[in-house]
T-cell receptor
Framework: EAGVAQSPRYKIIEKRQSVAFWCNPI?????LYWYQQILGQGPKLLIQFQNNGVVDDSQLPKDRFSAERLKGVDSTLKIQPAKLEDSAVYLC???????????FGDGTRLSIL | GDSVTQMEGPVTLSEEAFLTINCTYTATGYPSLFWYVQYPGEGLQLLLKATKADDKGSNKGFEATYRKETTSFHLEKGSVQVSDSAVYFC??????????FGTGTRLLVSP
């Protein structure tokens, strides 16, 4: 079974620029999650999708972050404009259903200069 | 709100030593509890879980018991290996299926 795929693995941008991350979940997984993991901290949930609908985006900074999951499969997370404090690893996870274990991708490491 | 507290690392051990990583939690309701492991440059992998009080999760020689009376879920392994070096995260999952993670504990095992 192929795992959760994320790209790019690394991204370096300057503050105020825009950036987008892509996630392809495990085939058949209805639930998709985006987490932000700041260095030295545990992952923090940004947004949770059930198919192509948003279940929880209470911790997503909506003034600069956006995410979509068109057709209920792949998902993109965008930051526009980026701030220095957005430097982190962005993890995507998926599960067959919201009450099943989450499977994580390897993440995208974002550095803001 | 719900939270997880882990012991600070790094935890430094010699190969074959006994491992304990402490984890306590605060939650309303009856959460499920998890341990995830993160190897360098990789995402998180589920190590073990327990869904109710007194359950014991186990995998790859690691164990943790859900203790409701002490709100704890300590991770243990009888004999660690160099390959166990990683960051370990304790997490809880409330009825809304949202994972709340601790800050992680880095384990370093030397030969």
């Amino acid at each position: 079974e192929a795992g959760v795929a994320q790209s790019p693995r690394y991204k370096i941008i300057e503050k105020r620029q825009s950036v987008a991350f892509w996630c392809n979940p495990i085939s058949g997984h209805a639930t998709l999650y985006w987490y932000q993991q700041i260095l030295g901290q545990g992952p923090k949930l940004l947004i949770q999708f059930q198919n192509n609908g948003v279940v929880d985006d209470s911790q997503l900074p909506k003034d600069r972050f956006s995410a979509e999951r068109l057709k209920g499969v792949d998902s993109t997370l965008k930051i526009q404009p980026a701030k220095l404090e957005d430097s982190a690893v962005y993890l995507c996870a998926s599960s067959f259903h919201s009450n099943q274990p989450q499977h994580f991708g390897d993440g995208t490491r974002l550095s803001i200069l | 709100g719900d939270s997880v507290t882990q012991m600070e690392g790094p935890v430094t051990l010699s190969e074959e030593a006994f491992l304990t990583i402490n984890c306590t939690y605060t939650a309303t309701g009856y959460p499920s509890l998890f341990w995830y492991v993160q190897y360098p440059g990789e995402g998180l992998q589920l190590l073990l879980k327990a869904t109710k009080a007194d359950d014991k999760g186990s995998n790859k020689g690691f164990e943790a018991t859900y203790r409701k009376e002490t709100t704890s879920f300590h991770l243990e392994k009888g004999s660690v290996q160099v390959s166990d070096s990683a960051v370990y995260f304790c997490a809880l999952n409330t009825g809304f299926q949202k994972l709340v993670f601790g800050t992680g504990t880095r384990l370093l095992v030397s030969p």
